[in-house]
């Protein structure tokens, strides 16, 4: 089964950027459906962002449009998410999410990853 780890996360100041990455291992990386996702304190966890398995497909939370960008390198088994203008609202722990039965479609949905992985966070502080 797949295992991802995320990576990049920090703290910046406000319309400062960041690059994530989650690096997957344990399985066939351009199986998966990936997508990553954002929880605040208090707050319940939302969808970020997804790409296709091939990459030729994403999607984007209306907060994040034209600030993020999603990528993947099936070759280095790596998920990106480049983070531009970040607001203190951008703060929160980020997850990569994989899933290799569901597609975009569903990474808003709760069941997504099911027939994947989840990492462990990665801490994203945006600070005026």
């Known amino acids: 089964e797949v295992q991802l780890l995320e990576s990049g996360g920090g703290s910046v100041l406000v319309g400062g950027s960041l690059r994530l990455s989650c690096t997957a291992s344990?399985?066939?990386?351009?199986?998966?459906?990936m997508g990553w996702y954002r929880q605040a304190p208090g707050k319940e966890r939302e969808g970020v962002s997804c790409i296709s398995r091939s990459g030729g497909s994403t999607l984007y939370a209306d907060s994040v449009k034209g600030r993020f960008t999603i990528s993947r390198d099936n070759a280095k088994n790596t998920l990106y998410l480049q983070m531009n203008s970040l607001k203190p609202e951008d703060t929160a722990m980020y997850y990569c999410?994989?899933?290799?039965?569901?597609?975009?479609?569903?990474?808003?949905?709760?069941?997504?990853?099911?027939?994947?992985?989840w990492g462990q966070g990665t801490q994203v502080t945006v600070s005026s």
């Open positions: 344990g399985s066939p990386f351009g199986a998966y459906t």
């Open positions: 999410a994989a899933d290799r039965f569901y597609d975009c479609t569903d990474y808003s949905r709760g069941y997504f990853g099911a027939y994947g992985a």
